[in-house]
């Protein structure tokens, strides 16, 4: 707890920013997409960097916990304050400063939600491709301090390869400016990039110069069935073996059709166990020949039947299945634990295959969907947390799916980061060296260990 | 000078790695593509990692300078051993471990050469974009230390873009390995791109996980005729700023286009002050149509002539003109001053009206062509070393060419890096606060300051 004159000193301190610190206020800050709620002890809303500035300064004097916060929709708990001490929400830093169509290029503050940024683009011609399924509210600070990605990512990368530079501010207030404007630059160390995917915990950043694409004319979309799920994941392989990546490559496995078609959100031939929706772009000139030659390539392959969307409304319907998962699974079960596995590729099928098996041995139903087209499946252990039994079992079954995912040259998250929840099996993914070498890091950039405390990477041994 | 009593303890700690001595060989070691000479005391042929990380513990802990050496290809003094000690050769290095179609990876030793690798990727029908002008003799591994690029950057991105991993030996003899071999990853600090275009300062690369793009099945060139230098880079600028980005965009100012024709390289209309040489690529279905709405883009625009290649014969007659500059230059100007300027696009322009004042005013000729679609200009400066007082002007231009660079949001370097060459002008791109991290980064990862000294950073102040 904070007392009242820390409070008073705070608000001092950070002048025209806002402080929070009524306890209904500070619930709000207390949450994620996690369901684990850690109430921070006071929240400063920052409207610029100099406020960032003003708040990380008192509080490294102070030796005051800061976690850095956006729209709070990470699922790993990379928004919540572990030890308490003072939230500080990025949120209103929502200004687009520019965007520069024959640079390619906008300039944004941190707490600018990625589907504002889309929207503001479109009129460009342009868009900026990392696309989380949290789009419509989650902020292009989290996309960067995660390193998010989504589903465009089989063709077009992550965030680290659409980030030009970064404005940050470091734990004892110093402004620091990364990057700049070119795609090409190779003057000093990429700090950039050092801090893409730090999760808050060296730095934060409160800008950011983005490298934008062109915003492809047409798309089309394609749904394919299965009777098994190593045939879905083989057809997976194949399609990523050869010619142009698809833009997007979605994966469902048996238990998320189950699932659909319990729901009623779905009907299904009785064979179809798995499903594969694939989308291409390009130009309206080339697009329907891109369509073609992908149901050419599935339909030769062991799919059970190969669709393809003769309109937006057809295409839209092709995705509905996708987009209704999240809310069903969150109906299903709540108490869900909700994993971010990646494998190569190739690895796929004995990953879906070791699944399989962690189910039927534990008896947890396991359902799994995502980006196979970069071998990144959202590992869904559907445990009810009213049954003790299956909850002890949840350690042994996390470890075995990691050490699953590892054994396949595989990480422990494709996108949705380390936080606090996986906190614990980071040292078993990174090389020892490596690790070390990063905990120094953090040390450098945050001596005091204010910053984001508890996240990322397991601390130091002394 | 290295004595004897230190060569025979070199030798006896690196075991089987060939330790060259005579002053004949050193010779060998001494020079890169910049001119500058400077003789190493010793050199180390390395076949493995193993022996890469018994030098550096050798030389570490006799305190000698180690300055890691690919092929020697480089332009910014980057493998020369300025301050004597031993150069640390990577070549024998040269085993492709692995190509796998599946993955898109290949996994390659630090000293495998570019064009290597591409040939050997030709069957899967895949290629590693980045493609220096020197791929067909440099290496990965320095292809990475420089974070080099080349003209497929335009639409592919740079080498920090194809990396998933990387395994290093640390300057105290430790091998680190980072990333891995998914596109997907978000566990720990990006250490992997923190070491690509740290130009062999914080360790030194020995293999490294590559991700492969599909070879595009068709290529059709253009080549576009102005009659002044500010009319073809407002056109970069407009092929820049709307739909898909062509696969390269290269172009050749006035005195470029002088060279070419006095040296009977190139027969043009009178006119011609300026040429833009294209590229786009995609499937045999596609890609006409991307010409024909290519070509019509140029042509609605101010371009004197637009011409595209009817077939292969056609098209390497457009690119000669290209690929004979770099010998055409160092005919005429062996002496000349290469630099590697990058400005956003919509600076090129005034970029360029720059250069031509700053040649008027010197009486310098100045030559500039190069990656227009990234803004990437190679800038040379043709000194007769001969002439006092022309040198004399050497310091002056430079720094009024990093000014224009600089005031245009620019960089000053693009792909040929720091190395010893630009070291003592990078204080003026660098935020204060980022150089400083960057040396502090150094410090942790090189305490002793043995590797490649000189170079990248200026020096910390103490």
Same mark, same amino acid.
């Given at each position: 707890m904070l007392n009242k004159t820390f409070l008073h000193d705070l608000q001092q301190a950070i002048g025209g920013a806002t402080l929070l610190s009524h306890p209904a206020e500070l619930e709000s800050y207390?949450?994620? &997409?996690? @369901?684990v709620r850690f109430r921070p002890d006071a929240v400063v809303l920052a409207d610029c960097a100099e406020q960032v500035a003003a708040t990380l300064r008192f509080c490294q004097a102070a030796g005051i916990a800061v976690t850095p916060r956006g729209?709070?929709?990470? &699922?790993? @708990?990379?928004?919540?304050p572990l030890h308490g001490g003072v939230v500080l929400s990025l949120?209103?830093?929502?200004?687009?400063?520019e965007i520069n169509r024959q640079d390619r290029i906008a300039v944004v503050e941190a707490g600018v939600v990625n589907a504002d940024l889309q929207q503001a683009l479109k009129p460009f011609g342009l868009y900026w491709p990392p696309d989380p399924t949290s789009a419509r509210s989650c902020t292009l600070g989290g996309n960067l301090a995660m390193c998010a990605a989504g589903a465009?990512?089989?063709?077009?990368?992550?965030?680290r390869d659409w980030v030009l530079g970064v404005e940050a501010v470091l734990a004892d207030g110093r402004l620091l400016r990364s990057g700049?404007?070119?795609?090409?630059n190779v003057v000093g160390y990429d700090l950039t990039r050092l801090l893409i995917g730090s999760e808050g915990t060296l730095a934060v950043i409160t800008a950011t110069t983005l490298a934008l694409a062109p915003l492809p004319e047409a798309r089309r979309s394609l749904r394919a069935l299965f009777a098994s799920v190593a045939a879905a994941a083989d057809a997976v392989t194949q399609v990523m073996a050869e010619g142009e990546p698809p833009a997007v490559v979605e994966f469902l496995d048996q238990a998320t059709l189950a699932l659909l078609r319990r729901s009623g959100s779905l009907t299904l031939?009785?064979?179809?166990?798995a499903m594969l929706l694939l989308e291409v772009c390009g130009s309206q000139a080339t697009v329907d020949q891109l369509a073609t030659e992908l149901e050419q390539r599935l339909k030769s392959g062991s799919a059970l039947a190969v669709e393809r969307a003769a309109n937006d409304q057809e295409a839209n319907k092709i995705w509905q299945a996708r987009a209704v998962l999240s809310p069903i699974l969150k109906k299903y079960a709540p108490k869900r634990i909700n994993e971010d596995v990646v494998v190569p590729v190739s690895q796929l099928a004995p990953l879906i295959a070791g699944l399989e098996q962690l189910s039927h041995e534990s008896g947890v139903p396991i359902v799994s969907f995502g980006h196979a087209g970069n071998g990144n499946l959202h590992v869904n252990?559907?445990?009810?947390?009213?049954d003790a039994a299956v909850m002890a079992q949840v350690p042994m079954l996390l470890q075995r799916l990691f050490g699953l995912v590892l054994s396949l040259?595989?990480?422990?998250?494709?996108?949705?980061?380390?936080?606090?929840?996986?906190r614990d099996f980071v040292a078993q993914e990174l090389d020892p060296v490596a690790l070390t070498l990063q905990q120094q890091i953090k040390a450098l950039f945050d001596p005091a260990g204010?910053?984001?405390?508890?996240?990322a990477l397991p601390p130091r041994l002394p």
């Open positions: 207390a949450w994620d &997409n996690t @369901g729209a709070g929709t990470g &699922n790993v @708990g990379g928004a919540l949120q209103r830093m929502n200004r687009i400063v465009n990512a089989v063709r077009f990368g992550v965030t700049g404007r070119t795609s090409k031939p009785d064979q179809a166990q252990l559907l445990v009810n947390p009213a040259h595989g990480s422990l998250s494709g996108e949705h980061g380390v936080g606090l929840q996986k204010i910053l984001n405390p508890g996240k």
